[in-house]
Nanobody, 115 residues
Framework: QVQLVESGGGLVQAGGSLRLSCAVSGSIPTISSMGWYRQAPGEQREWVAS???????DYKDSVKGRFIISRDDARTTVYLQMNFLKPEDTATYFC?????????WGQGTQVTVSS
């Protein structure tokens, strides 16, 4: 089992920055990949960024060059540094992990970007 708890959301003006954190607990060594997703009101949840066990990262095109996914050495925390935020980045952001093909989700943290 894996437990995920997000934090760091809030209200920020366009052009500003936020750093989201995801505290990871449980069977960490068996996690193959972790990522961030987001869901805006009335929209489907969408993938934003991911990082694999070996540290390979990938990003949704619209956030490339603005967002950075990273983790600490113990893999107990995953971060999403969000820079140059835009109003269209407004959404609830969810942390996700994959373990033996099962997806685990956090409860989400709200990010609101004002214009």
């Amino acid at each position: 089992q894996v437990q995920l708890v997000e934090s760091g959301g809030g209200l920020v003006q366009a052009g500003g920055s936020l750093r989201l954190s995801c505290a990871v607990s449980g069977s960490i060594p068996t996690i193959s990949s972790m990522g961030w997703y987001r869901q805006a009101p009335g929209e489907q949840r969408e993938w934003v960024a991911s990082i694999t066990r070996d540290g390979t990262t990938d990003y949704k095109d619209s956030v490339k060059g603005r967002f950075i996914i990273s983790r600490d050495d113990a893999r107990t925390t995953v971060y999403l540094q969000m820079n140059f935020l835009k109003p269209e980045d407004t959404a609830t952001y969810f942390c996700m992990s994959i373990r033996f093909g099962t997806h685990y989700w956090g409860q989400g943290t709200q990010v609101t970007v004002s214009s």
